[in-house]
């Protein structure tokens, strides 16, 4: 029996929120469907998205609430240290694993709603850093829904759009001001009959016994790498998951490919301020103990230890000045800004907006 599109599904980051505002507010108060909306938030922020959202148009939009059943006409968003989640007719919040660094992340909810609601699922991926929600985005592609990427060119950060563009055959690339007439006309066109649930979660053993906990670390599938994961330590593997690559340890820490090189030059970076740190506190220290030694006579000593002391301060000055050049662009805030389509994304970019 052929489903309805009714499951919007929407996640952004880094200057997400002027087009997302943009987009529910011109959605019309009627509209048969429900939106789930993740952004990126920090664990302790007191976020205003809801109201942002509920005072933008005529949709009322809250923050989701654990086990509330979903109704239509109306925008859940993500809270803030939670990933959205979605059952057959009702929302969960987790406080599972971060993934690309984030609670909550783009790519669960995309998941879920996947293996929930398949051909029901308008999936949207809107301006941000790094690739999460490329993955997601592929899972509703897969299970029969559809993939509307914001234009690269239009977005403030364009990694999130170019990422989903190069891994996965989105349907729509819009401006944001494209998207809200697009999802108008998608909603409530009946395509297919819902799969079967299909999950990737990490199984809690508080709630599934310590059984369940071990079988999902046996079906930890994918190529080992020497890489380790920034968020516990733990050894990463590389999975191929509905063709787009990405890193996770057993506990279920996930990275795109972009979004691990970001973490770990965070990782570099922090090691390398906490090597000078010691480095002028050993050269403090050492110029103290000669002092004190030369007020005990031990002029020797005393001349050693200020050798030394001069030494730390050379080394620490070479890695302060080291600290202070330009990241390499490769990994730099600046390449996630300025990224602009391949050649083949961009032409596929404009022949999807004529649509």
């Known amino acids: 029996m052929a489903q309805p599109r009714n499951i919007v599904v929407i996640g952004a980051s880094t200057g997400g929120i002027l087009p997302l505002r943009q987009i529910v507010s011109e959605l019309p108060a009627d509209l048969p469907a429900a939106l789930f909306v993740t952004v990126h938030t920090a664990p302790g922020g007191d976020s205003r998205l809801a109201e942002i959202l509920d005072r933008a148009g005529g949709l009322r939009a809250s923050f989701a609430k654990d086990g509330e059943p979903i109704q239509q006409k109306r925008v859940y968003v993500a809270p803030p240290d939670h990933h ?12 599972g694993p971060r993934e690309n660094g984030f609670r909550p ?4 909810l995309f998941r879920d709603a996947a293996a929930v609601y398949g051909p029901s699922v308008v999936g949207v991926i809107l301006s941000g850093a790094l690739g999460d929600g490329t993955a997601g985005l592929a899972h509703i592609k897969n299970a029969g829904g559809l993939a509307i990427v914001q234009n690269p060119e239009e977005a403030l950060i364009s990694s999130m759009p170019l990422a989903a563009l190069q891994q996965v055959e ?10 809200a007439p697009r999802l108008t006309d998608l909603v409530g066109q009946r395509k297919g009959a819902l799969p079967k649930a299909r999950r990737h979660k990490v199984v809690d053993p508080a709630r ?17 790498t020497p890489f380790t994961c920034p968020e516990c330590g733990g050894a990463l593997k590389e999975v191929t998951e509905q063709g787009v690559k990405h890193f996770t340890c057993h506990v279920g820490h996930a990275y795109s490919p972009d979004g691990l090189v970001y973490r770990h030059t965070e990782a570099l970076e922090q090691a390398l301020w906490t090597a000078l740190r010691i480095l002028e506190e050993h050269a403090a220290l050492r110029l103290k103990m000669a002092g004190q030694a030369h007020e ?39 390449t996630l800004r300025a990224a602009k389509p391949a050649p083949a994304a961009r032409r596929r970019a404009t022949k999807k907006r004529r649509k």
């Open 84 to 95: 959205l989640l979605l059952e057959d007719g009702r929302m969960r919040l987790g406080r």
């Open 105 to 108: 992340a783009v790519d669960p």
């Open 170 to 179: 989105v349907d729509y690339v819009l401006r944001a001001n494209e998207i």
């Open 208 to 224: 599934h016994g310590v059984d369940s906990l071990l079988a999902a670390r046996s079906d930890w599938n994918g190529e080992p």
């Open 296 to 334: 005990r006579g031990q002029r020797t000593f005393a001349r050693e230890n200020r050798q030394l002391a001069q030494e730390y301060v050379s080394r620490a000055a070479i890695l302060r000045e080291a600290l202070q050049l330009e990241a390499p662009s490769s990994t730099g805030a600046a």
